[in-house]
């Protein structure tokens, strides 16, 4: 069932009965990445789905990732009622979700980030200005096989035609203005001298073979947030919970479930 939170301006999926759990999805991806692991998680939490702002039916919002950290904390605490709530952020969801966490301190009981990290390399800051020149000057179509890549590897994606044209048909779904809005944020940012800030427990998921936002990124997390543990997915790239959900909720066990 959908529900509209922040005044309006968020599209929510939510199910299940329990404690608020929030799934942030990825930049390159949707909510729909979350489908094989709701089930598990609705039998123990209100489990709140959220489309990021100027994703699906979700109301665009200016002024950087700063600015939609602050819708996202507006929707928490109206779909949590006000009580702390956990959340789980993928890719650029994870970056949202700690950039809430480090503005808005109250918002959190805990955080999953998964596959996301606090700065990007150089390289990695080069990979999203390519990408949004290139979705600029030639459309979202031109950076299809580049943003697949980035989410799988190729063999996984030689393995999975179905799911691949699926995942393609999202990205290509996306508001181009706000995809290239979100890889200027990307391209820039850096949240490490503000990781101290974060004091709930975080668990930090990355993929062995995330190529988007490698390990290196999420052991740098891990070692700058105060209550932090790390857990490497073997095999997985960035949407571990899409490509094997069953591994992706094991790694939550002991934290989550």
């Known amino acids: 069932m959908d529900r509209l939170l922040a005044n309006g301006t968020v599209n929510a ?14 930049l390159l991806s949707d909510r729909a990445s979350f489908d094989a692991i709701v089930p598990e998680l609705q039998r123990s939490f209100r489990t709140i789905v959220p489309e990021l702002p100027g994703f699906g039916r979700s109301r665009p919002v200016d002024g950087g990732l700063a600015a939609v950290a602050d819708r996202m904390a507006e929707a928490v605490r109206e779909g949590a009622g006000g009580a ?6 993928n890719g650029y969801g994870g970056f949202v979700a700690l950039q809430m966490a480090i503005r808005h ?21 080069e990979a999203f200005r390519n ?3 290139a979705s600029r000057e030639k459309g979202l179509e031109a950076i299809t096989d580049v943003a697949m890549r980035r989410l ?31 890889c200027d944020a990307l391209a820039s940012l850096d949240l490490r001298a503000e ?46 919970q899409l490509q094997s959900p069953r591994q992706f909720l094991g790694a939550l066990q002991g934290f989550l479930l």
């Open 195 to 240: 990781l101290a800030a974060v004091k709930v427990p975080v668990l930090v998921l990355v993929g062995e073979r995330d190529e988007a936002t490698p390990p290196p990124m999420s052991r740098e997390l891990a070692a700058g947030l105060p209550r932090a543990e790390l857990k490497v997915i073997p095999g997985c790239a960035h949407v571990p």
């Open 84 to 89: 702390p709530a956990i959340v789980l952020g």
């Open 13 to 26: 999926a939510q199910s299940g009965e329990g404690p608020p759990l929030f799934l942030f999805h990825s």
């Open 131 to 133: 990408m949004a020149k």
């Open 152 to 182: 799988f590897a190729p063999e996984f994606q030689a393995q999975h035609p179905e799911l691949m044209q699926d995942r393609r048909a999202a990205f290509l779904r996306a508001d181009p203005d706000v995809f290239r809005a979100a």
């Open 105 to 125: 301190q109250e918002i959190a009981s805990k955080l999953i980030l998964a596959d996301s990290g606090a700065a990007f390399s150089e390289p990695g800051r």
